[in-house]
């Protein structure tokens, strides 16, 4: 199957910012939870962000809240993870997925399916 595309990420200096990009194809965004997941290098799948597009709805890490912003246009049909202030820590893998509305909050990754291909996210300091 088609997995949404992740795009927008790269090498920075710390304290720089980034917006990521998802861009599911096969399905639309109306009444879905989407999160964004972050994966440092030999470590398990963090969630991070996540929103329910039919209300607007959003979750947050208690890492990602100060730094980070999700948001969505269902118009183009894309979900946008805006990060401010990377560091270090932030350096890994993202991607996106999604839930059941009522498994939005949680940002399990056991409740998320239909993954993306991620994209590279490193932060130098």
């Known amino acids: 199957q088609v997995q949404p595309v992740e795009s927008g990420g790269g090498s920075v200096q710390a304290g720089a910012s980034l917006r990521l990009t998802c861009a599911p194809s096969?399905?639309?965004?109306?009444?879905?939870?989407m999160g964004w997941f972050h994966q440092a290098p030999g470590k398990e799948r963090d969630g991070i962000a996540g929103?329910?597009?039919?209300?607007?709805?959003?979750y947050y890490s208690d890492s990602a809240k100060d730094r980070f912003t999700i948001s969505h246009n269902l118009g183009k049909n894309e979900v946008y993870l805006h990060m401010t202030n990377l560091k270090p820590e932030d350096t890994g893998m993202y991607y996106c997925?999604?839930?059941?509305?009522?498994?939005?909050?949680?940002?399990?990754?056991?409740?998320?399916?239909?993954w993306g291909q991620g994209t590279q996210v490193t932060v130098s300091s």
């Open positions: 997925a999604t839930a059941p509305p009522d498994q939005c909050s949680g940002l399990w990754a056991r409740d998320f399916t239909s």
């Open positions: 096969t399905y639309t965004l109306s009444w879905r939870c």
């Open positions: 929103i329910y597009t039919s209300g607007g709805t959003t």
